[in-house]
């Protein structure tokens, strides 16, 4: 009886859920799915009431239209799973069904549903549902009927059917829509940025980003600085495409296109910007990784599309970075499989250059810094004729990139002096560093509101691109500050009384960024393309002063060699396998950087004897330091212990321990570091 109170509270209280709706649970379903459709409509209303009526082509508003659709039902369908109660009748076991319905005789109607539950129609017109094997039910069913003694012709009746739940169906394929959604999405976001491609359709579009010739390309030669080689060089593709009778008028081929190769940021994107800018054309530009795409084809068409797009505009300049993505050469990358497709694409690009003819002006330039792993047939007459290198700037250059980018920066020092130390302190920078560099000066003077940007600014600057941010935060415990002074004393002591090795201009033992402990500058020997046996020596000698002095200093070693020993090892090995500087193994060249080569050129007995004359070069510039330091002991404590109280010692505090360094300074720097100027920061960064 109890049970029966509380099961008719239960119903009631669902009916009054569900707004009183009288109706059976199937009819319900059906109200709820219009109702759910009404509601995607409303909400889809609402967004495209929302959009803005830019005119932008149809389309692109019929996909956009689109994809919310898609989300929103799919939102709906889960709210109305989830958040709406009630959806299903209730469910009841037998042993229920039977002492609260069954015996009481209120069951009307049974229909057994997908042959997984049974709908139970009460005469009240309320409806439960029992879950559990047919089985087991009908056979249940047929037991209590008999037990009750319900002639045959009174039994209830018992209906079977199959029924299709709507929101489980559209929900099982709600994972495929929403896969199917995002990557439509996906498709339209990637491609939507350039060239107004949209939707899976634009995929085998071409993404170059055109620069129109008289809005964007400002740049001209005199923004590039330094490499004037490399501008003569390319000086002739701005006459062809200026004045291409003069050419074509003697029969002469015009040339196809350049390579430009270098380390990064040097420049290359920035003189092709420019060759644009000076021959006034349009100028396309794309990286070479955009053609390489997962799909099937992509990369030729892309490529068709790209050049159909240049032909149209010629005359114009189409700029590829990043060539070697699909101009890597094939024999090599075939190892393993190769790739197909990027070749095809590369062939593909071969076809279009082949393509012009003569009177077509279209320039192409491509970039890389991995000249030498290209495709010869890039290199081809007609194709990449020209090959032009750009190296990192000499100090000269570096003079003049450092005065294209300070003229857009407020400073009172006098620019030649300025510009002329700046580049003496930057030896290795590129272009790009540089930029950076003269940029970082201004945020740090703007954060300290200078009023110009000073020296001391462009000091800082200088630091912070080569070692990163000082981290105050990062506190060493003293023992270990106390080992830090010590390497880097040994380093810097080295450093200042063997002949060849760098003297130390700044030392400090303020942890910076990519973990690096300590920090030190060295002033560098100039612009220098050779390297004798001697300097060798004495480098690796330098190189192991840090270690030397921390055995000499403490009784037990840290692990904070080890950059100096990857590098001391690396020198010693390129002297015995490259240059030619170990009697026993002679004059060989082992190329060490191919990577993927698996077994080595050389025999098991070779390698053994490279190894010890490797040894035997690093144990020799050990014994070289080792003199060195337990000779010069005390100066190491003094320096050390300076550097403790200080964390940062300059050129002036060498000089005050140590004395005049007895060696003949590089003529270049030293005007830069005379006693009228602060002593400042050249960045050689040995990471301790
Ligand atoms: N010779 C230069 N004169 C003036 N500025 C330069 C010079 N070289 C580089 N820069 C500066 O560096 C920036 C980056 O150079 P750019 O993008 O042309 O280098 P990149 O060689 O194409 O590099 P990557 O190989 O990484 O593509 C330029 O925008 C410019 O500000
Ligand atoms: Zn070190």
């Known amino acids: 009886m109890q049970q029966n109170k509380e099961a008719g509270q239960k119903q009631s209280k669902e009916e009054s859920e569900s707004k009183g709706e009288e109706e059976s649970g199937k009819e319900k379903q059906e109200h709820r799915g219009k109702e759910g459709e009404a509601e995607g409509k409303g909400a889809d209303g609402k967004m495209s009431f ?27 369908l889960f709210v109305y799973q989830f958040l709406v109660p009630g959806q299903e009748a209730r469910e009841i076991t037998w042993q229920e069904f039977r002492n609260t319905f069954f015996d009481k005789g209120l069951v009307e109607k049974l229909t057994v549903v997908n042959r997984s539950r049974v709908k139970v129609n009460l005469n009240r017109a309320a409806t439960a549902q029992i879950i559990g094997s047919v089985e087991a039910f009908e056979r249940r069913l047929d037991d209590a009927q008999k037990e009750l003694g319900i002639p045959s012709s009174e039994r209830i009746p018992v209906a079977y059917k199959d029924e299709i739940s709507w929101t489980g169906t559209v929900l099982s394929f709600a994972p495929t829509l929403l896969v199917i959604g995002s990557i439509f999405w996906l498709s339209r976001r990637a491609s939507g940025g350039a060239g107004g491609q949209s939707g899976i359709f634009g995929i085998g579009k071409s993404r170059a980003k055109l620069f129109n010739q008289e809005t964007d390309i400002k740049t001209k030669f005199k923004d590039v600085a330094g490499m004037d080689e490399a501008k003569v060089e390319i000086m002739e593709f701005v006459s062809f495409l200026k004045q291409p009778e003069r050419f074509q008028k003697l029969g002469a081929k015009i040339p196809r296109g350049a390579i430009l190769s270098g380390p990064p940021g040097t420049g290359k994107t920035l003189l092709a910007k420019a060759t644009a800018g000076e021959a006034q054309v349009p100028f396309f530009s794309v990286s070479g990784s955009e053609f390489v795409e997962m799909f099937v084809g992509v990369g030729p068409s892309r490529v068709r599309d790209l050049f159909a797009k240049a032909r149209k505009n010629a005359p114009c300049i189409i700029f590829v970075d990043e060539i070697d993505a699909i101009g890597k050469s094939r024999a090599k990358s075939n190892f393993g499989g190769g790739n197909d497709e990027r070749e095809s694409t590369l062939n593909q690009l071969l076809t279009e250059m082949d393509g012009f003819n003569t009177t077509e002006q279209v320039v192409v330039l491509a970039g890389t810094n991995r000249a030498d792993v ?53 030896p290795g920078f590129s272009g790009a560093d540089i930029a950076n560099c003269v940029n970082e000066a201004a945020l740090i003077a703007a954060r300290g509101n200078a ?92 190189t192991l002063g840090g270690r030397v002095s921390e055995e000499m200093h403490f009784d037990t070693v840290t692990s904070g060699a080890s950059d100096d020993f990857n590098k001391v090892n690396r020198m010693a090995s390129a002297m015995v396998t490259k240059w030619g500087m170990s009697k026993d193994i002679g004059f060989v060249y082992y190329d060490d950087d191919e990577g993927q080569r698996l077994q080595k050129p050389f025999s098991e007995e070779t390698a053994r004897r490279i190894d010890k004359e490797v040894k035997k070069l690093i144990d020799e510039a050990y014994v070289k330091c080792k003199t060195l330091l337990t000779e010069k002991k005390e100066l190491v404590g003094l320096i050390a212990e300076e550097l403790l109280r200080k964390e940062v010692l300059g050129r002036e505090d060498m000089i005050r321990i140590l004395g005049k360094r007895p060696f003949e300074e590089n003529k270049d720097f030293e005007k830069f570091f005379n006693k009228a100027h602060q002593v400042s920061s050249p960045p050689r960064v040995k990471a301790r």
């Not at 009526?53 to 939102?75: H, M, Q, S, Y």
């Not at 047939?377 to 190296?391: E, K, Q, S």
């Not at 070692?467 to 023992?479: A, C, D, F, M």
């Not at 060849?500 to 300590?518: E, F, H, M, T, W």
């Open 50 to 76: 929302g959009l803005p009526n830019d005119g932008k082509g149809g389309p692109r508003e019929f996909k956009l239209d689109f994809t919310n659709l898609l989300a929103t039902a799919v939102i709906s």
């Open 374 to 426: 290209l495709d010869k047939a890039l290199m081809r007459p007609g194709r990449f004729d020209r090959h032009i290198t750009i190296d990192r700037p000499t100090m000269d250059g570096r003079k003049q990139i450092f005065l294209v980018h300070l003229k857009k920066i407020v400073t009172s020092e006098d620019m030649d002096y300025l510009s002329g130390r700046l580049a003496a302190l930057t």
């Open 451 to 542: 009023e110009t940007v000073a020296m001391t600014h462009f000091e800082q600057a200088i630091e912070r691109v080569i070692g990163g941010l000082e981290k105050k935060s990062l506190v060493l415990n003293p023992e270990e500050k106390k080992t830090v002074a010590y390497h880097e004393a040994g380093h810097a002591v080295c450093g200042w009384f063997l002949k060849y090795a760098d003297p130390l201009l700044k030392v400090s033992i303020i942890p910076r960024g990519q973990g690096a402990l300590g920090y030190a500058q060295y002033l560098p020997p100039g612009e220098q393309y050779l390297m004798s046996m001697s300097q060798l020596m004495d480098r690796m000698a330098m």
